[in-house]
């Protein structure tokens, strides 16, 4: 059923929006106001937000806004009265969905919802059924699943998609799933971790060879780009592809065929390409290391996975579905309240595969169908004792770094940005990556504090950051 949040300042238009969006088979959420509306929207989940335009206090472009920040796809039908109508026009130019005027045709109304619906998808990806290409992905986190509306969107398209995501976050489920969504689900879903591979053996790995090739040729080798022909390569890590070789994949990504190593004929293929870094491409750019004019083939479309650490609400979820998934068939297990809030309060910087790895521990070890906090505890000890790759450390470093410049200047991305010596357009981009909202961060916000460490925020340790 889809989920739709009606904000209107007006009690009796919006019980009659209620009324008529309930009869049309809508699950309806209520606000008197765009901050209420804000305040609802991590439990609700909207698929589509129907909003008045003139409000007291937070008007409807405002909220817009606000909504916009954080998920880009969600959206909003404004409403307004005749003489507001020029607002609502350049409203659409800013990115509304659409606009309905007052007083409004239920029809009318209900088509422009059905419109929204049926253009970004409609379904509840975390109750999609076991059927659905979503399904292994399980989450209840406003940000992922505002992701996961993304990629069933790009799904449906042959564009390139570049996930940008920290170490275990999920980053080839998302892969395998926005395959699955595809037209190509019936065709091959090839991955390939670039790091894994030396960088001798890139060319060959992906474009084959002959027999007597090389030293070791034995016999022809069809390479994993043919061997994908007609479904989806998964390029993992493309970070830490060498910067030689990613001359030779340019070309063959642009003129879709390739020439296997040894060969002298060329042969067509036809593959969609979804690549995955935890590194920051942008930076590898400007350094040097890695060519613009390739992230531009791989990065049509950006989808990024929050870490663990910012989706805590989805801890009890995937331990309880991990306990399911392990357990086999046997007596199941369950974690006691204080074992779960262990859990949900750690750093995870290995993210959900170091959740899965500490669900499986505490599993085998627990004597009883409750698993003990001390179980858990030393398990994460023994995980975090270990020292965290320094990219990973560099990012948790840079995200409390953005924080504590945030609460300084109260939310002010210009003073912000001056103070880290980083133009607005870097900031912004950080800023996203790291899943801030300096809106959250004007007249405080505790829950943004750091979580690890205590950070001096200075120009100097930001030309270093």
């Known amino acids: 059923m889809p989920r739709i949040m009606v904000v209107d300042d007006n009690t009796d238009i919006l019980h009659l929006l209620k009324l008529r969006l309930q009869s049309a088979g809508h699950q309806v959420e209520t606000a008197e106001s765009g901050e209420h509306a804000l305040a609802y929207m991590p439990n609700f989940q909207p698929q589509l937000v129907i909003t008045d335009l003139c409000m007291d206090g937070m008007d409807g472009m ?54 929204a619906l049926a253009i970004t998808g409609c379904d509840d990806t975390q109750t999609g059924g076991a059927d659905s290409p979503f399904a292994e992905i399980v989450t209840r ?33 998302l892969a395998r799933a926005i395959h699955r969504a595809s037209p190509r689900a019936n065709k091959p879903f090839i991955a390939l971790n670039c790091s894994s591979v030396p960088d001798s053996l890139l060319e060959s790995e992906l474009f084959g060879h002959v027999k007597g090739a090389f030293t070791g040729a034995t016999r022809d080798h069809q390479g994993l780009l043919l061997a994908a022909d007609g479904g989806t390569l998964f390029l993992d890590e493309v970070g830490d592809m060498p910067l030689d070789f990613q ?11 390739l020439r296997p190593v040894g060969a002298t004929e060329t042969k067509s293929f036809d593959v969609r390409i979804i690549s995955a870094t935890h590194r920051d491409l942008e930076a590898l750019i400007e350094e040097g290391k890695f060519r613009q004019d390739l992230y531009y083939r791989l ?14 609400d989805d801890i009890p979820l995937l331990s309880q579905y991990f306990l399911e998934q392990l357990s086999g068939g046997k007596r199941k297990k369950h974690f006691s309240s204080d074992a779960m809030e262990t859990l949900a309060s750690a750093t995870w910087p290995g ?45 948790h470093f840079e995200r409390d770094y953005l924080v504590e410049v945030l609460q300084v200047t109260a939310g002010n991305v210009t003073q912000a940005a001056q103070l880290a010596r980083r133009n607005r357009t870097e900031f912004y981009r950080l800023l996203r990556r790291h899943h801030l909202d300096p809106h959250s961060f004007r007249g405080g916000n505790e829950n943004f504090l750091p979580q690890s460490g205590n950070t001096t925020a200075n120009a100097a340790t930001a030309e270093r950051a």
Not at 299 to 312: F, G, I, T
């Open 299 to 312: 990065h049509v479309v950006q989808l990024e996975l929050p870490p663990l650490r910012n989706r805590r």
């Open 351 to 395: 993210n959900i595969r170091q959740l899965r790895n500490v669900v499986e521990q505490t599993m085998v070890l627990s004597h009883t169908a409750v698993i003990p906090d001390t179980l858990v505890k030393k398990a994460l000890k023994q995980d975090e004792s270990r020292i965290i790759p320094f990219v990973d450390a560099r990012d």
């Open 247 to 257: 001359v030779k994949l340019l070309r063959v990504l642009q003129e879709r065929e």
């Open 141 to 173: 986190n406003t940000t992922v699943l505002e992701t996961l509306q993304q990629a069933k969107m790009v799904a449906a398209s042959e564009a390139s998609v570049l996930i940008q995501s920290e170490s275990g976050t999920g980053k080839e489920l």
């Open 62 to 115: 405002t909220l817009f806004e606000k909504l916009k920040f954080n998920q880009p796809s969600l959206p909003v039908i404004v409403i307004t009265a005749h003489g507001s109508i020029p607002h609502a026009i350049k409203a659409t130019k800013q990115g509304v969905f659409s606009y309905v005027t007052k007083p409004f045709d239920s029809n009318a109304l209900l088509d422009e919802v059905n419109r």
